[in-house]
């Protein structure tokens, strides 16, 4: 298989050349056809709580929910993608960590796609503000014989673990897991910048969507928002919807951690669905309006979630003049991979995780997915 477009960091016409799922070689394209579309990686999101009605916090887990959502993100352009759990009862999380083995076991698509489970809590602040919409009742102190539990349950597919460090003995707990290959990320949090600095110290290296999940009043300085970003070894998961963070928040994000800096959906099982009022197990009544914010229906000014995926946090990345379509594409493939441990790229010898796609002024619109080398998803004209 050969794939043309132009390459998405540097805008040349390139070759991309694919066998048995594999990029073999990547070579500029002389007399290249008018009009190309970009070609880059796969997109990976770090963080999705569920899309297009499926969703991975309902209990139990509705049978091939993780089947029908990595199909359907293939329209997204995402490839890679890691199911996330949030914080819940002791034998929910356990339940949705079955049901997320029990896909991947039967179905290879999904177990391709899914490169690890992002387990969202429980161990995070029970503060009003800090806990985000994580219900109270289940939050709970850092406890790594019940992770070693839910490890089990998932298959050891927990990668990734939010959590805050101002619990004690916080920093033992993060050693523990980074020494089991669990990327240990500080979110949801009202811990002091000398907890967020030693559990960074401990080896926490990320930070769960950078500046939501946070009080609405802090000190002005010292605060946990500029620890995380004086930490250097912290990259930061940003929501670049335009409704979670204001640009100037986005930009100074993006200028401190540099290529630290990346993007998640964080989507919520509502993504992708028409706009109208929905009933949800965690917000109760919510909306979603037809500018894509999603809203507690009760209080307009409270967003219930992101309802929004990868090509749109691209889009608007790229629209408000915050990056350049190349370093917004990596923002959402590249760094992310990177950090968790796996080769997304155009290189040789690196999984044929591929995506084109138009950038203009109507955004970025995905015209075909290619996942280990096969064709998955094709644009409609």
């Keep these: 298989m050969r794939i043309q477009g132009l390459h998405y960091a540097t805008a040349q016409p390139i070759a991309i050349d694919v066998t048995d799922g594999v990029i073999r070689s990547v070579t500029p394209l002389p007399n290249a056809p008018a009009d190309l579309p970009y070609v880059g990686p796969g997109l990976v999101d770090l963080q999705v709580n569920g899309y297009l009605g499926e969703d991975f916090n309902a209990f139990p887990v509705a049978p091939g929910a993780l089947r029908r959502a990595a199909r359907a993100l293939w329209a997204q352009g995402t490839t890679t993608f890691f199911p996330t759990v949030i914080t819940n009862s002791v034998e929910a999380i356990e339940g949705s960590m079955r049901a997320i083995t029990t896909e991947c076991d039967a179905d290879p698509v999904v177990k391709n796609a899914v490169a690890g489970v992002h387990l969202e809590g429980p161990f995070i602040s029970f503060e009003d503000g800090a806990r985000g919409a994580h219900a109270k009742q289940f939050v709970r102190t850092p406890d790594f014989d019940l992770l070693d539990r839910w490890q089990a349950a998932a298959g050891g597919r927990i990668r990734i673990l939010t959590m805050s460090p101002e619990w004690p003995d916080s920093p033992v707990f993060v050693e523990r897991c980074a020494k089991a290959g669990i990327v240990v990320s500080v979110g949801h949090t009202a811990a002091t910048p000398e907890q967020v600095a030693a559990a960074v110290a401990a080896g926490a290296r990320m930070i769960t ?64 669905l028409p706009a109208g009022e929905y009933a949800t197990p965690v917000g109760g009544k919510v909306v979603l309006t037809p500018s894509g914010r999603l809203h507690l229906a009760e209080n307009p000014k409270l967003l219930a979630g992101s309802a929004q995926m990868l090509p749109w946090g691209v889009s608007h990345l790229v629209k408000r003049g915050l990056a350049t379509v190349g370093e917004a594409w990596a923002m959402a493939s590249v760094r992310p991979a990177r950090l968790v441990g796996f080769a997304c790229g155009l290189e040789v010898g690196a999984q044929a995780d591929l995506v084109t796609f138009r950038a203009g002024d109507a955004g970025v619109i995905i015209e075909q997915t290619i996942k280990h080398g096969d064709p998955v998803y094709a644009r409609s004209n």
């Design 209 to 272: 969507h950078f500046g939501n999940g946070a009080h609405l009043m802090l000190p002005r300085h010292p605060n946990y928002l500029w620890e995380q970003l004086a930490q250097d070894d912290l990259s930061a998961c940003l929501i670049a919807d335009g409704f979670h963070l204001p640009d100037q928040v986005i930009r100074v994000a993006m200028r401190v951690k540099g290529e630290r800096a990346m993007i998640v959906s964080d989507a919520v099982s509502l993504a992708g």
